[in-house]
């Protein structure tokens, strides 16, 4: 009964083009999967986050970008007004697999271990539901206006943005990596 509500609520994200495109081929294959599900999952991105508050509701997506970014998206985006602070980030992957037995969940977590992913466990385990997180490593983050002052000028946006264009993408091969274990772990699942 899980399985078949993430399922159908992973088809209806997916219909709407709401799941990043470097995620769908393997949360596809997970949904597919007979014993797994799953539940939410970003493929990594590089962001302008506007800071309004200290939670995560308060905060806004000033500018997102699931892909590497050109350094004239970035500086468009520094210089728009915000009513919070800007910050700049980089997120990695993050996954969440479920499946309904102990066996499984360390099936899942085998394969994440052999691709490579380093970030990742159970975050619930009860019987008939057990939730896995994998999350990539590459991330950064930093602000460039606080209270209106301009903290970071563009000689310096410009030459973190390579760096972050060059973790964004270490971050997809490491997905493809994951991708292929869990096909090659789970495939017989199906």
């Not at 399985?3 to 470097?22: I, M, N, P, W, Y």
């Not at 506007?50 to 590497?68: A, C, P, Q, T």
């Not at 102990?102 to 691709?115: E, P, V």
Request: proline letters at 2%; glycine letters at 8%; one cysteine or more.
């Amino acid at each position: 009964m899980v399985k078949e509500r993430h399922r159908e609520t992973f088809e209806t994200a997916l219909s709407q083009g709401k799941v990043d495109e470097q995620m769908q081929p393997l949360c596809i294959f997970i949904t597919g999967a007979k014993k797994y599900f799953t539940s939410s999952c970003c493929s990594g991105r590089i962001m302008l986050l506007e800071k309004r508050g200290e939670s995560r509701k308060e905060n806004l997506f000033h500018r997102k970008w699931h892909r590497e970014v050109d350094e004239k998206e970035i500086i468009e985006g520094m210089e728009e007004n915000v009513e919070g602070d800007l910050w700049f980030k980089l997120d990695p992957f993050i996954l969440h697999i479920g499946c309904e037995t102990a066996r499984d969940a360390n099936a899942a977590l085998d394969a994440m271990r052999k691709a490579g992913v380093k970030r990742g466990g159970i975050l619930v385990a009860q019987e008939g539901k057990w939730l896995i997180e994998m999350q990539g490593t590459q991330s950064m983050s930093f602000p460039i206006r606080l209270g209106g002052k301009q903290l970071a000028d563009r000689e310096y946006v410009r030459s973190i943005l390579g760096k972050a264009n060059s973790m964004l993408e270490k971050n997809y091969t490491m997905l493809a990596r994951l991708e292929g274990e869990m096909r090659k772990a789970l495939g017989e699942a199906k």
